[in-house]
């Protein structure tokens, strides 16, 4: 009873947030402006990637045209699987400063995530690139996933990721945005499993490192966690064990790319896959 009336009072100190969240249609309203791209609505810039896109009643968008998308990094054709209708929840955008010229990058979020799209908008408006980066069940972007690289790039992180009943798989897919468009860097996989004895999971961290030039070193990062497990199947036995493999990319300026230096990371994937 006392958890109940907790949980209840919880959900009335909330009720006032989302009414007022609610009430901000603009914060899904895709006949609103886009930031960073003066006099544009989100109709009007996506209508060059979905061509029949048009705002619903509720805020929201739906199409059910897209144009060709070429799919970069992990990314894959065959997970490009849009039927009659796309239905439109959400959308973001990052303004971006690529070569002295502003540009914007947009993700959006489609309900049944049939496509994975990433896309560049120069200040007017006008499309870049766009690029499909699904490769997986699932798409996501968190946090802070565009950073500056430098004055001529920025990095943007997409995870693709699916779970099942022991396992879990999160790749982080690195893509590099220049104000020519889109092109991608690398990835790395996070890998969970569990069984009646043990469990491990592997989380990953990206991070662009600190200083100066054309584009910043990009460091990576996997760490992974393991506990052993008692004949019950949930008491732990002893320490967890922690295990971090590292790795960068580095920007070759004379390939006008980045190149990997991901041994450990390549030796644990190989690894996870040679085990699970």
């Known amino acids: 009873m006392i958890r109940l009336l907790g949980v209840l009072a919880l959900i009335f100190c909330l009720m006032p947030v989302a009414l007022a969240a609610a009430a901000a249609k603009d914060d899904t309203d895709f006949a609103g402006a886009v930031p960073g791209l003066a006099g544009k609505t989100w109709v009007d810039v996506l209508s060059q990637i979905f061509p029949d896109i048009a705002a619903t009643d509720r805020g929201y968008a739906s199409a059910t045209e897209v144009i060709d ?8 054709d065959s ?16 303004p971006v400063r690529l070569s002295g010229r502003d540009f914007v990058i947009v993700t959006l979020t489609i309900e049944d995530e049939c496509v994975g799209p990433i896309a560049l908008f120069d200040a007017s408006g006008t499309l870049v690139d766009a690029v499909n980066i699904r490769g997986d069940q699932h798409v ?6 565009v950073r500056p690289l430098g004055p001529d790039g920025a990095l943007v992180i ?34 969970g499993s569990r069984d009646c004895r ?28 393991t506990q052993r497990l008692a004949a019950d199947c949930e008491t732990k036995i002893g320490p967890e064990a922690v295990t971090t493999f590292n790795g960068y990319w580095r920007w070759n300026a004379k390939q006008g790319a980045y190149e990997a230096h991901t041994r450990e990371l390549d030796l644990l994937d190989k690894w996870n896959e040679k085990h699970f």
């Open 198 to 225: 043990s469990q491990f999971i592997e989380g990953a961290k990206i991070d662009p490192a600190l200083g100066t030039g054309p584009m910043l070193r990009i460091d990576a990062a996997v760490t992974r966690r």
């Open 69 to 76: 998308l070429r799919s970069i990094g992990p990314g894959d």
């Open 158 to 191: 997409a995870s693709l990721w699916h779970d099942n009943s022991s396992q879990s798989y999160d790749i982080t897919s690195l893509v590099l945005a220049r104000s020519d468009g889109f092109s991608s860097i690398g990835g790395l996989l996070a890998f």
């Open 140 to 145: 996501s972007f968190a946090g802070d996933y």
């Open 79 to 94: 997970w490009v699987k849009c039927g009659d209708k796309i239905e439109f929840v959400d959308r973001d955008a990052r």
